[in-house]
């Protein structure tokens, strides 16, 4: 199990959640942000933080975004597991689900 980030992220990226990560498991792609999912602990220390409820646990995911889950999963496909989002920076892409979004207005 892990956690997800879904929609709400997407051109936010707040970052909060990678200063509360403790295994560096949260990476920064070009619109959004995404959990490694076999980096995660499960330790739940980036839900709290997210200013816009974008992180969910995996099976508490809303069914709107369900596919997210996915798009997390997918976005590591070709890396791997890097040992830690800081030592690689940006990634200069996004999963195509992301891509594929209009621009997200984050103005309440």
């Known amino acids: 199990m892990t956690y997800v980030i ?8 707040d970052k909060a959640c990678i200063d509360e990560c403790p295994v560096d498991c949260i990476y920064e792609g070009n619109r959004s942000l995404y959990i490694h999912p076999d980096e995660c602990v499960d330790c739940g220390a980036c839900e709290p ?3 816009v409820e974008a992180i969910y646990y995996e099976d508490d995911v ?6 997210y889950h996915a798009a997390n999963v997918e976005f590591f496909s070709d890396l791997g597991s890097p040992g830690g989002a800081s030592a690689i920076g940006p990634i200069d892409r996004d999963h195509p689900l992301i891509a594929a ?5 984050q103005a309440s």
Request: include cysteine.
């Open 101 to 105: 979004l209009p621009p997200q207005n």
């Open 62 to 67: 809303p069914e709107q975004w369900k596919d």
């Open 49 to 51: 933080v997210c200013p």
């Open 6 to 13: 879904a929609q709400p992220c997407v051109d936010l990226k």
